[in-house]
């Protein structure tokens, strides 16, 4: 498949790099988010899964395609970008209350509860970009055999710390809200905290990993 920015609107373009979601992918976003946004026209570049949103003044028809043109020169040499992010351990209680999808999801995978928090704690993972909620991580390194859809119908309600995999991607909720991801258990390390000078606890190049304090059956 090749690479093509599309025009969403007078002031928008994106670009979305093909299946599968991988790192190496997301360090090009990483990267061409940086040139870009140092081009005039552009207001914001939106980092998300494997895809960029950029976001400009208002242009013709004519001054679009141009930029578009632009745009499109940046993908015959595509770089990478290398984030040298810290590393985080987040402390997780899994099943029983704290993860009521866990062992429902365990049974439908074929695995026991044990195998899956152990496939889910022994993966170290990278902050990809952070969206849906101040400080909510999108994760890239779940472990093939722990690919899950999400809900047909979401919660309406999921607790603050909720730790969660939404198909091919697992991730924390830092504030209660509704959401349809599989939850599996819960943390209480805080990741968003205003009183902080970074608010957020993680940033996209970031690594983490879980560690299970225990497992409620």
């Known amino acids: 498949m090749e690479l093509q920015w599309q025009i969403c609107s007078e002031t928008n373009l994106a670009l979305f790099f093909p299946k599968p979601t991988t790192l190496d992918k997301q360090q090009k976003c990483w990267a061409l988010s940086d040139s870009i946004q140092k081009m005039p026209e552009v207001i914001e570049v939106v980092i998300g899964m494997n895809t960029l949103s950029v976001f400009i003044v208002p242009l013709t028809w004519a001054e679009l395609n141009t930029f578009k ?80 859809p999400r809900h047909a119908v979401p919660r309406t309600q999921v607790p603050a710390g909720s730790v969660g995999i939404g198909g091919e991607q697992t991730g924390v909720y830092p504030f209660e809200s509704p959401g349809g991801w599989q939850l599996l258990g819960q943390t209480d390390t805080a990741l968003f905290d205003l009183t902080k000078t970074s608010p957020t606890l993680l940033n996209a190049g ?12």
């Open 69 to 148: 043109d632009k745009l499109s020169d940046l993908l015959n040499d595509i770089p990478s970008k290398t984030i040298q992010g810290k590393h985080v351990e987040i402390p997780v209680h899994y099943g029983g209350k704290y993860g009521p999808d866990l062992a429902a999801m365990a049974n439908d995978l074929n695995l026991s509860v044990e195998a899956v928090v152990d496939l889910h704690t022994k993966a170290t993972y990278t902050v990809y970009f952070i969206g849906f909620q101040p400080g909510f991580p999108y994760l890239g390194g779940l472990s093939e055999s722990l690919y899950f």
């Open 206 to 217: 970031d690594t983490l990993t879980f560690k299970a304090i225990d497992i409620h059956q």
